[in-house]
């Protein structure tokens, strides 16, 4: 039923639980479990611990250091794929939008499912749903999964 299941991450823990409950389904269905980040400043600072202080007020990280901090992203969910057992792994990290840009690759692999985290790393979010996990449950051609 669900043998392409592609996972929104954003570094936040919620997004993680919904990549173990991604790979949950993949080894349930002998699916496929496609990772997708799409970086931004503000994830960045997030990842490489620069949320609050004069720097990264005043400095944005540069496109290096926005890759590099989503790649971290991407290898922590790695590692939780490994340590389950996990082996049937796609990583994608373009760049733009986070919502339009999954949404986009979903439909690229004739994804089945798509699993997010109820709300991530923004705290001005909707406060019963996160922006992007609303916009791709209104959108999405295929089955959601919110994780709370």
């Known amino acids: 039923m669900f043998t392409n299941i592609i996972v929104g991450l954003d570094g936040s823990q919620k997004s993680k639980d919904a990549a173990r409950i991604a790979f949950d389904l993949g080894k349930y269905y002998s699916g496929t479990v496609t990772l997708v980040h799409v970086p931004h400043a503000e994830t960045a600072a997030f990842v490489v611990g620069a949320v609050s202080g004069y720097r990264a007020a005043i400095t944005l990280p540069s496109f ?85």
């Open 64 to 148: 290096d250091e926005i890759e590099k901090a989503g790649q971290h992203v991407l290898d922590e969910v790695l590692a939780i794929a490994a340590d389950l057992g996990f082996e049937k792994v796609k990583t994608h990290m373009p760049h733009g939008e986070a919502a339009t840009e999954l949404l986009q690759h979903a439909e690229e692999i004739g994804a089945d499912l798509i699993v997010t985290g109820r709300r991530g790393l923004s705290g001005l979010s909707s406060l019963v749903l996160g922006s992007t996990t609303q916009r791709i449950n209104h959108l999405a051609k295929c089955a959601c999964l919110s994780v709370v």
